[in-house]
């Protein structure tokens, strides 16, 4: 049973527990969806991702351990449908030389986190109210080999500043300048509604035409639209 469920995408999991369920009364729709609720507007928003959450879930998976070029039609089936021949053929073009294992598990993290986060974004946008702010950690972590590289929940103890408390982020000291300049940003969010700060390049608010998003890394940086050409694969 167990191993069934690891094959499924990560949203179909989810209804193998226990979860909030859209009733049309107790909850009468979802926080951002159809549009971002009018209650919020005028508080600011800062959301993100790392850029390989579903490595943590399955990255050791003999299903995407073991695929290649000629499998990974096979493999992103069970997160796509009838859509894998344009997704993959979309992602593929983007990366030519990436490993089908990579392909696979950045579909996976795309759809089921990625992708949604930026639609909270783009409907927060569209209100005209307070801003909202968007990255991508892109840190990668040197345990069990790289193959976890950015994944879920990577970026917690970078957040708090208490790298100490966890193996998952190895022990190289060069990683303390990024928990500093993260959990700075939290801080000066928290405070000031404004998470920019002299430790990161300055941070502009997004927007639906540049998608300015900030890369957190031992090198932060903005980048506009970062892997656009996949997010646009989705429609």
């Known amino acids: 049973m167990l191993a069934r469920i690891s094959a499924l995408s990560f949203a179909n999991r989810r209804k193998q527990g226990f979860n909030p369920v859209?009733?049309?009364?107790?909850?009468?729709?979802?926080?951002?969806?159809?549009?971002?609720?009018?209650?919020?507007?005028?508080?600011?928003?800062?959301?993100?991702?790392?850029?390989?959450?579903?490595?943590?879930?399955?990255?050791?998976?003999?299903?995407?351990?073991?695929?290649?070029?000629?499998?990974?039609?096979?493999?992103?089936?069970?997160?796509?449908?009838?859509?894998?021949?344009?997704?993959?053929?979309?992602?593929?073009?983007?990366?030519?030389?990436?490993?089908?294992?990579?392909?696979?598990?950045?579909?996976?993290?795309?759809?089921?986190?990625?992708?949604?986060?930026?639609v909270i974004a783009d409907r927060k946008v569209a209100q005209h109210g307070a801003p909202v702010y968007v990255y991508l950690f892109t840190w990668a972590t040197p345990v069990a080999n790289g193959k976890l590289g950015s994944c879920h929940a990577l970026e917690i103890p970078f957040v708090f500043d208490n790298l100490d408390k966890t193996k998952l982020t190895g022990d190289a000291p060069t990683r303390g300048v990024l928990a500093e300049a993260m959990s700075r940003a939290w801080i000066e969010f928290a405070y000031k509604d404004n998470p920019n700060h002299g430790g990161i390049p300055h941070w502009p608010a997004y927007n639906a035409a540049e998608r300015p998003t900030m890369m957190f890394d031992l090198q932060c940086r903005v980048e506009n639209d970062p892997f656009g050409a996949e997010r646009k694969a989705w429609g």
Not at 26 to 52: C, E, H, Q
Not at 90 to 113: E, F, G, N
């Open 22 to 118: 859209i009733d049309g009364a107790v909850l009468p729709g979802g926080p951002f969806a159809p549009s971002a609720p009018a209650i919020s507007k005028n508080v600011p928003l800062m959301i993100g991702t790392n850029r390989d959450e579903m490595n943590l879930f399955f990255g050791m998976a003999p299903w995407a351990e073991s695929a290649t070029d000629a499998t990974l039609p096979d493999a992103a089936r069970q997160f796509l449908g009838d859509r894998t021949p344009g997704i993959v053929a979309a992602y593929r073009a983007a990366d030519p030389k990436a490993a089908a294992r990579d392909l696979v598990l950045r579909i996976a993290t795309d759809q089921s986190i990625r992708l949604p986060s930026l």
